[in-house]
């Protein structure tokens, strides 16, 4: 195998694929980073731990003698990206079964594992069910995703629920428990109802890999795992097991108070909040709100480092207009910031002290956020 590629792109390849590899070394196969070369295709590479798995074709290379070559993922990544921006020929030599790189009137070499034991990824049968455009999904990641839980007794909660609904509604959501964020989408297709979950892992390498446009990323089905395609990139990964609760039956119906509020004071008061550590027998950082008729005051206290007490003003109110309440202050922010890039003001929905808030951009309907309150001593 022997071919040329400019360091960018080299680079760009290697950083969508590598990730998908193993760090452990218990199947050293599994940490390898797979690139084939041929005269139709060009550089394909695949990298996967067989829980996640990425490929990904480019005809920028200049094919000299075909063949593949399965090395380290990890070092072949950091090596490439700090190779300098000039023309690297990539050559395999079987007498001493290591890939020499060569850039410039400079050298190196990688060693290299036997690429024959290296697993197929199951793509060939695989279904499409559906597409998105790429910006919808990644939004709707981008707004989900945090909501997870990391670790879980029920791994449902560690993942990302897509829940294709009649009318041809699909709604990405994830949640821990103690809150939950969800996405609503129309399709443009008609699909049959059903779902299924991602890991979060998964959903963190879309992240990566999809563009801020239009163009579809299709979404297809292949034995136990879910497939995520476009143009000359495959992501394919396993799917969780197991019933996602009916997460809709957290969602309050109704409320005692609705609340509109500064987005980006609200955001920069939960900042301050939360460098307050937390000493109390939750051991959760919490901000405590007290909202008024036009006021709220925010108060976050620790017993051995301090206090800060905050009031935001221009607050509209409607409904009951004496409201305490607290929130856990990260799970809070976090909302806080994903909306602060879209809306002035944040519309905060309560139903009681201790029953779920819901908080959205008052503009649009295609995105809510369920935080549970917690319970506090005054």
């Known amino acids: 195998m022997k071919f040329t590629i400019e360091k960018k792109d080299l680079a760009a390849l290697t950083s969508l694929v ?90 190196g070499f990688i060693n290299t594992y036997r690429d024959y034991e290296y697993p197929e990824l199951p793509i060939k049968d695989m279904e ?38 009649e009318g041809n509604i699909i709604k990405i959501v994830a949640s821990d428990t103690h809150r939950l964020a969800c996405y609503t989408f129309a399709l443009e297709t008609s699909v049959n109802p059903f779902n299924f979950i991602i890991p979060t892992r998964t959903a963190n390498e879309l992240l990566r890999i999809l563009d801020d446009n239009q163009e579809p990323i ?30 809709e039956q957290v969602i309050p119906g109704s409320f005692n108070t609705s609340l509109e509020i500064k987005t980006s004071i609200l955001a920069n008061s939960l900042e301050r909040a939360r460098i307050m550590p937390s000493d109390d027998k939750l051991k959760i950082q ?18 051995m480092m301090g206090e800060i007490e905050e009031i935001i003003e221009d607050l509209n109110i409607k409904g009951d207009t004496e409201v305490k309440i607290a929130f856990n202050t990260n799970y809070f922010l976090d909302v806080v910031k994903i909306l602060a890039g879209e809306c002035e003001e944040l519309s905060i929905n309560l139903s009681g002290t201790l029953g779920p808030a819901l908080i959205r951009n008052p503009q649009k309907e295609n995105y809510i956020y369920v935080l549970v309150p917690l319970r506090v001593s005054n």
């Open 218 to 247: 299709n979404i297809a089905f292949s034995e136990n795992n879910v497939v995520f395609h476009k143009d000359n990139l495959v992501l394919l990964s396993r799917l969780i097991e197991g019933q996602y609760p009916n997460y």
């Open 286 to 303: 919490h901000a405590k709100f007290n909202f008024r008729e036009k006021e709220a005051l925010v108060n976050t206290y620790s017993e």
């Open 18 to 107: 590598y990730r998908a590899a193993a760090n452990k070394q218990t199947v050293p196969i599994l940490s390898g980073l797979l690139l084939q070369v041929n005269t139709d295709k060009g550089l394909t590479m695949t990298a996967t731990d067989m829980e996640i798995g990425i490929r990904v074709i480019s005809d920028k290379i200049e094919v000299l003698e075909e063949g593949s070559v399965l090395v380290n993922a990890h070092y072949f990544n950091d090596l490439i990206k700090v190779l300098p921006d000039t023309s690297i020929s990539l050559v395999l030599n079987k007498e001493t079964s290591r890939l020499d790189i060569n850039y410039g009137r400079s050298s």
């Open 128 to 165: 499409t069910k559906f597409s998105l455009p790429q910006e919808v999904l990644k939004e709707a990641l981008k707004k989900t995703v945090f909501a997870a839980s990391l670790t879980h007794f029920r791994q449902v909660f560690t993942g990302i629920l897509f829940d294709i609904r």
